[in-house]
């Protein structure tokens, strides 16, 4: 008998509001018993709040209720999930012959969920920069310029910095990486 290698799927699975990280680790746990191949994600988003000051980030599941599994076993999944607390069902469709079915997830979906999902991990930089505080900027064809904050985005960790170039102020749109608080 030949064992051939399955094609892996991702699947939806429904959890209880606030239990997908228990959820994903008994799924782990009983996946990892039967030594199956999964991947378990639960995606995340990062949001931005001032707090005494400081800039502070927080994840929070983008998506509640639900995990996603890339699994190529997908029979053995719903039985897990069956018997999971916390765990509701996969997520199914109706097939040509109107029987349900796990849905699928397609690869454009997946790709963007685990893009989103990888841009949350970057680190966030600490420092929480204000309007009107004087920087200088560490990197770029701007290197060396000091000027005013004249905007700060904290979703995408960006500020406008206004700088003198030939006597006129311009506004240089600078990441907070290559951007240092001036003493």
Known sequence: MTQEKLETNWYTIKVQNNYENKVKE???MEMGRNRSEYKIVIPMERTFSVKKGKKVSKDKVKYPGYLFVETQNVGELMNIVRLTTGATNVVTTTNGE????PARLSKKEVYDMLIEDAEIKKPVSEDLYIVGQIVKILD???QDFSGSIEEVNLEKSTTKVGVKIFGKTTSVE???EII???S
């Open 26 to 28: 008994r799924i782990e």
């Open 98 to 101: 109107g029987k349900k079915v």
């Open 140 to 142: 770029g064809p701007f």
């Open 174 to 176: 600078c990441s907070f």
């Open 180 to 182: 240092q608080k001036v």
